[in-house]
């Protein structure tokens, strides 16, 4: 089995910045792709940032300039630098991973717990 655990979300008044983290572990045999989404309440699940495994970012509009995602391989996990913070950014943030778990070109989607992400004007 494939979990993804996310720390670092939490409290923090407009214009301040916080790092999410987003670990996975289990049987992998390679990731293809890891991003974060975003659930803020009323609104539906929309991707906020995404990295491939060749590199490759993609970012909502929203977020550009003021997020950045990154990925260390070597330890399975996927960043989210968020600097800049408003209050439209209060959401529940979800770490979202697409992997292989085995040498057969199946691949699987797996999501987070999920961490709160509170920003205070």
């Known amino acids: 089995q494939v979990q993804l655990v996310e720390s670092g979300g939490g409290l923090v008044q407009a214009g301040g910045s916080l790092r999410l983290s987003c670990a996975a572990s289990?049987?992998?045999?390679?990731?293809?792709?890891m991003g974060w989404y975003r659930q803020a309440p009323g609104k539906r699940r929309g991707l906020v940032a995404i990295?491939?495994?060749?590199?490759?970012?993609n970012y909502a509009d929203s977020v550009k300039g003021r997020f950045t995602i990154s990925r260390d391989n070597a330890k399975n996990t996927v960043y989210l630098q968020m600097n800049g913070l408003n209050p439209e950014d209060t959401a529940v943030y979800y770490c979202?991973?697409?992997?292989?778990?085995?040498?057969?070109?199946?691949?699987?989607?797996?999501w987070g717990q999920g961490t709160q992400v509170t920003v205070s004007s």
């Open positions: 289990g049987t992998i045999f390679s990731i293809n792709a």
């Open positions: 979202n991973a697409n992997l292989r778990r085995d040498s057969s070109y199946s691949s699987y989607f797996y």
């Open positions: 990295t491939t495994s060749g590199g490759s970012t």
